[in-house]
């Protein structure tokens, strides 16, 4: 059974720094995408950041280019979401996903498995 299980949401000042970690088991991810979500009240979900499981290629939502810095740890099967010069916007129910794709997609329909979410809080 695959799970995904997010850690290291928070409450944090603006311009502050939080690392979101999702640990993925059940089975063998080499050929799957990796992505992070998030989920805002009264806000549609949406594409944060996602990763190749396979090549390490990345692709961020332009919200969040040159802030969130996404990677993988192959042998500790776990994908981190740095965030780093946080903003009250970036409040929101952070999700980790994963999809048996080649290329990694905003399309959050192309993701199969899901986390449970965690909360990420960002005060002004």
């Known amino acids: 059974q695959v799970q995904l299980v997010e850690s290291g949401g928070g409450l944090v000042q603006a311009g502050g720094s939080l690392r979101l970690s999702c640990a993925a088991s059940?089975?063998?991810?080499?050929?799957?995408?990796m992505g992070w979500f998030r989920q805002a009240p009264g806000k549609e979900r949406e594409f944060v950041a996602g990763i190749s499981w396979s090549d390490g290629s990345t692709y961020y939502a332009d919200s969040v280019k040159g802030r969130f810095t996404i990677s993988r740890d192959n042998a500790k099967n776990t994908v981190y979401l740095q965030m780093n010069s946080l903003k009250p916007e970036d409040t929101a129910v952070y999700y980790c996903?994963?999809?048996?794709?080649?290329?990694?997609?905003?399309?959050?329909?192309?993701?199969?498995?899901w986390g449970q979410g965690t909360q990420v809080t960002v005060s002004s």
């Open positions: 996903a994963a999809g048996s794709i080649v290329v990694v997609t905003s399309d959050l329909g192309m993701y199969e498995y």
């Open positions: 059940g089975r063998t991810f080499s050929s799957y995408a």
